[in-house]
Nanobody, 122 residues
Framework: VQLQASGGGLVQAGGSPRLSCAASGRTFSRYVMGWFRQVPGKEREFVAAISWSGGSSTYADFVKGRFTISRDNAKNTVYLQMNSLKPDDTAFYYC????????????????WGQGTLVTVSS
């Protein structure tokens, strides 16, 4: 599975961008999809994940109520709707695919896209 993330950019605090991650291959619907983020010099951290069917999702506490993960298996795409952004949300955002189960560890994910940078200005 090859993943291509997009949708990052410069956003004002309180803004609501949507990140997209397009996947290649015909087995997209078999993978759990996740979003992680990383600030240079810090560890990558889990943001959100969604089951293969889209029926269940899980979020990091710091984004609950603000971010929503969704997927469209017909379009091989997973989304991250980000609302009420804060300057602390500034980071590179990565999408990832996991073959087995919804996980919150980087090691649960086998495939990674390149990061898309979200910069939140105050």
């Amino acid at each position: 599975v090859q993943l291509q993330a997009s949708g990052g950019g410069l956003v004002q605090a309180g803004g609501s961008p949507r990140l997209s991650c397009a996947a290649s291959g015909r087995t997209f619907s078999r993978y759990v999809m996740g979003w992680f983020r990383q600030v240079p010099g810090k560890e990558r951290e889990f943001v959100a994940a969604i089951s293969w069917s889209g029926g269940s999702s899980t979020y990091a506490d710091f984004v609950k109520g603000r971010f929503t993960i969704s997927r469209d298996n017909a379009k091989n795409t997973v989304y991250l709707q980000m609302n009420s952004l804060k300057p602390d949300d500034t980071a590179f955002y990565y999408c990832a695919a996991a073959p087995l189960r919804v996980g919150i560890q980087s090691s649960d994910y086998a495939y990674w896209g390149q990061g898309t940078l979200v910069t939140v200005s105050s």
